[in-house]
């Protein structure tokens, strides 16, 4: 890793993550990227088979209830991607293994160089990240970045748990072999 100065300190991109969290608040909602997969859904079932949807009790909270709106729950997602890819390119930070196109050493040491079974891992944990963020009623930015700015307890309780169990996946993934 060099010393390249970042772009913004990590003290103003805070600052502006918590005024953007403000305004977005202030504006419609808090921020939260989940529920928009869920809302899509509810759409296209209460679109397809409307008695269905109503029937069910999760799905028919949202959908065509909904007044979060499909659009900007989108753009927030479709935004998160636009943004990682611009902020890398602006830094020219990236991982050094993307040069050679080559996965991480820890990885490849630890479960081979197969790309295919690292984009079945990556969509697996994606996959169970998003189960897990609708049943605990939201994902992580809205849980630890909308939740706790507001003091939710159970968003709290939330950070807590996800990071104590992704210190412990990762001791179990790694244990003795990094």
């Excluded at 600052?15 to 989940?34: D, E, Q, R």
Aim: net charge positive; hydrophobic share 50%.
């Amino acid at each position: 890793m060099d010393d390249k100065p970042a772009i913004i300190s990590w003290k103003a991109a805070g600052i502006a993550l918590g005024l953007l969290l403000v305004f977005a608040t202030w504006y419609n909602k808090p921020l939260g990227v989940s529920t928009q997969f869920v809302v899509t859904d509810a759409i296209v079932v209460h679109k397809v088979a409307p008695e269905a949807a109503e029937a069910n009790k999760y799905m028919a909270k949202y959908g065509e209830k909904q007044d979060w709106g499909i659009g900007y729950g989108w753009m927030l997602v479709i935004g998160m991607f636009a943004g990682g890819f611009i902020a890398a390119r602006l830094t020219g930070d990236k991982q050094p293994e993307a040069d050679k196109g080559s996965m991480p050493p820890m990885w490849e040491r630890v479960f081979g160089a197969s790309r295919g079974k690292r984009f079945a891992a990556a969509f697996a944990g994606g996959a169970l990240l998003l189960f897990g963020a609708r049943l605990a009623g939201g994902c992580t930015s809205g849980h630890m970045i909308s939740g706790i700015s507001q003091l939710a307890i159970s968003s709290f309780i939330f950070g807590i748990c996800t990071f104590g169990a992704a210190i412990l996946m990762a001791h179990y993934l790694y244990r003795n072999r990094g």
